[in-house]
């Protein structure tokens, strides 16, 4: 066998074994040439994205999922990942898909199956669902007969009882906020009431001055003649969670203002305080559950360290963003941004 015979019988023995090597990855990968033509695949792309051999070969992939989540996430030229997107086959999983760049123009499509990740994330929910469901009976009988207990039967016993008391409330207060996020993280969409800002944004002034009892100066400033359109049940925990988080975490004599404002594509609510502000390396994590810049401060003041997360997955439902902004010892604004799909003329009747 001549030098070049050899040489050419080794790369063709090495490029079946990269072949039958990728064929049993347990991801789709497609190469992509500079047209959005698919020059190979494997067995997983098959199985996953639909393609068949030999058929597709060269086939133009914008076209071949015309009309499907995969389709279009490609067409929109991006290189950006999409973590949760459907398969273009029918009954198909759920995927996470990345393109990755290569000489020429040539790129990688890369399709992971999400479904062993969405099994866990789900056992995940309905885990934290149930074991508050299972805690609340048990809480309400222990709360009820520490409401029956009269202090002034034992009175060496006054502050433990009342301590009790406190405890049992907050313990009450987490279970509650536990099943508020499972019920907002299993929800897929949102209601469509026409909730009326007026009366909302006074219900949230008397809670924030009842919560104070005197302590802030606190303000509303309603500069939008407009409503929002979702569930005003979700949209009152939401905001009023923003404004007891300003009461508490705010030192007496605080400034503390709530405002509602259009904006140039949508509507703002706003709830900005001059109280001990966050660090900057704390903002990226506020909205996760349990996270607190204090554990200690939260406690003391009744947090369940729930709220923001509440308020996260609430804005979420409603298409809108939270954005905040704080000044270590200056104080906070969390703004909640709607898009234009949601606000609704002042009054106006459902749009
Ligand atoms: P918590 O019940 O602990 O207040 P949240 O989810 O509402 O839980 O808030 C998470 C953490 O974010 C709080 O523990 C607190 O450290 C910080 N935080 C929230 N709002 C403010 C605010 N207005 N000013 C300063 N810190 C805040």
Redesign the pocket.
């Given at each position: 066998m001549s030098r070049r015979t050899w040489h050419a019988h080794a790369m063709r023995h090495w490029l079946r074994d990269l072949r039958s090597g990728a064929d049993h990855l347990p991801d789709a990968s497609v190469l992509l040439d500079r047209d959005d033509r698919a020059r190979w695949f494997n067995r997983a792309a098959q199985r996953l994205l639909g393609l068949t051999r030999p058929h597709d070969r060269g086939i133009w992939l914008p076209g071949r999922w015309e009309g499907s989540e995969l389709g279009d996430w490609l067409r929109d030229g991006t290189l950006r990942p999409a973590g949760d997107i459907a398969a273009p086959v029918s009954g198909g999983p759920r995927l996470g898909v990345m393109l990755l760049p290569l000489r020429a123009h040539f790129r990688v499509l890369l399709a992971r199956d999400n479904s062993p990740i969405n099994r866990i994330e789900q056992m995940r929910r309905d885990f934290v669902a149930n074991v508050s469901h299972e805690l609340r009976t048990p809480l309400t009988v222990i709360h009820g007969y520490l409401e029956l207990l009269d202090a002034d039967d034992v009175p060496a016993l006054a502050p433990v009882i009342g301590e009790m008391r406190v405890q049992s409330r907050r313990m009450g207060q987490i279970v509650e906020d536990l099943l508020t996020l499972s019920r907002l993280e299993t929800q897929q969409d949102m209601v469509g009431e026409h909730v009326a800002m007026a009366p909302l944004l006074a219900t949230l002034l008397r809670e924030a001055e009842a919560l104070s009892q005197g302590r802030h100066q606190i303000t509303l400033q309603h500069e939008a003649n407009a409503d929002l359109c979702g569930s005003s049940k979700d949209l009152h925990s939401a905001f009023s969670?923003?404004v007891s988080?300003?009461v508490?975490?705010?030192p007496s004599g605080g400034r503390i203002v709530i405002a509602w404002r259009a904006s140039a594509d949508g509507a703002e609510y706003s709830?900005s305080?001059s109280?001990?502000?966050?660090p900057a390396d704390?903002l990226s994590r506020?909205?996760e559950r349990f996270?607190?810049?204090?554990?200690s401060?939260?406690r003391e003041?009744g947090?369940?360290?729930?709220?923001?997360?509440i308020v996260k997955h609430v804005l979420g439902l409603h298409q809108a963003q939270l954005r905040i902004e704080?000044v270590p010892g200056a104080?906070?604004s969390?703004h909640c941004v709607f898009p234009a799909v949601r606000v609704r003329r002042e009054g106006g009747d459902e749009g």
């Open positions: 969670n923003l988080n300003a508490r975490y705010t709830v305080d109280g001990y502000g966050i704390h506020l909205t996270y607190r810049v204090s554990s401060r939260s003041t947090g369940t360290g729930l709220g923001l997360s704080s104080g906070s969390f």
